[in-house]
């Protein structure tokens, strides 16, 4: 079963749920959602991974926001605390931008970082 929380894991700019819809509408078939997560990997030691999924795998967090739908893996959810997801289109590329308060390096090249942990006890809870 998905978990539901009193604060919200991750945020989403205009164009990144823009553009999770639309990869959502475009993907043939019954996709619910892009899940969010993080892995070992890459120079800095960790990469954000997203893959489109049918449904909500028990223990993750659901974010349903401006009309696109993100799970967040459980594992991932102490690194991913107060990260915005962005989507970038520029001259030369496009791609999603995370901006994580936990990061605390990342590689030349963009694809991995190095994230801490957050410290859930220093989060406020929305009124």
Same mark, same amino acid.
């Given at each position: 079963m998905a978990t539901a929380r009193k604060f919200q894991v991750m945020? !989403?700019?205009?164009?990144?749920a823009e553009r999770v819809?639309? #990869?959502?509408?475009g993907s043939g078939k019954d996709a619910g959602g892009l899940r969010v997560g993080i892995k070992?990997?890459?120079?800095?030691?960790?990469?954000?991974?997203?893959e489109m999924v049918d449904a909500a795998r028990p223990g993750d967090d659901?974010?349903?926001?401006?009309?696109?739908? !993100?799970?967040?893996d459980p594992s991932a959810?102490?690194?991913? #605390?107060?990260?915005e997801m962005d989507y970038e289109v520029t001259k030369f590329r496009?791609?999603?931008?995370?901006?994580?308060?936990n990061e605390v390096s990342a590689c030349g090249c963009?694809?991995?970082?190095?994230?801490?942990a957050a410290d859930p006890s220093k989060l406020s809870t929305p009124a």
């Open positions: 945020t !989403l700019t205009d164009p990144a819809r639309e #990869l959502l509408e070992k990997g890459g120079c800095a030691g960790m990469e954000y991974t997203m659901v974010i349903e926001e401006k009309g696109a739908r !993100l799970f967040v959810v102490l690194f991913l #605390l107060g990260t496009s791609g999603f931008l995370f901006r994580n308060p963009g694809e991995s970082v190095s994230l801490q």
